[in-house]
């Protein structure tokens, strides 16, 4: 196994980052930690609140880079055979 396929496994899924998040933020509510341990705890949120926003981001990028190459094919076609309408049917 490659070592981005390796580190790529190892890393939690966005799924699990969120849980985390959404754990610590009751951790927080809850109010029974020391000062000290609730700005740990504060920041670990910190943490993965901007993973998770990188994570969002990218899969943002990824697709408004589809969307895009999907309007070029179909653009693409609708050149090839201007006939067709966009369900596909001739008009």
């Known amino acids: 196994m490659?070592?981005?396929r390796k580190a790529a496994a190892e890393k939690p899924s966005f799924?699990?980052?969120l849980a985390q998040l959404e754990a610590l933020v009751e951790d927080?509510?809850?109010g029974e930690w020391s000062l000290e341990d609730g700005v740990d705890k504060y920041r670990q949120g910190v943490e993965l609140l901007r993973t998770l926003q990188t994570s969002l981001a990218s899969a943002e990028l990824k697709v408004?880079?589809?969307t895009e190459e999907l309007?070029?094919?179909l653009a693409?076609?609708?050149e090839e055979e201007p006939?067709?309408?966009e369900d596909g049917e001739p008009h």
Do not use: D, N, P
Request: no cysteine; hydrophobic share 45%; aromatic share 0%.
């Open 15 to 17: 799924e699990v980052r």
């Open 76 to 78: 693409a076609l609708e």
């Open 2 to 4: 490659s070592a981005a």
């Open 83 to 85: 006939g067709l309408a």
């Open 64 to 66: 408004q880079k589809l």
């Open 71 to 73: 309007r070029q094919e």
């Open 28 to 30: 927080l509510e809850s």
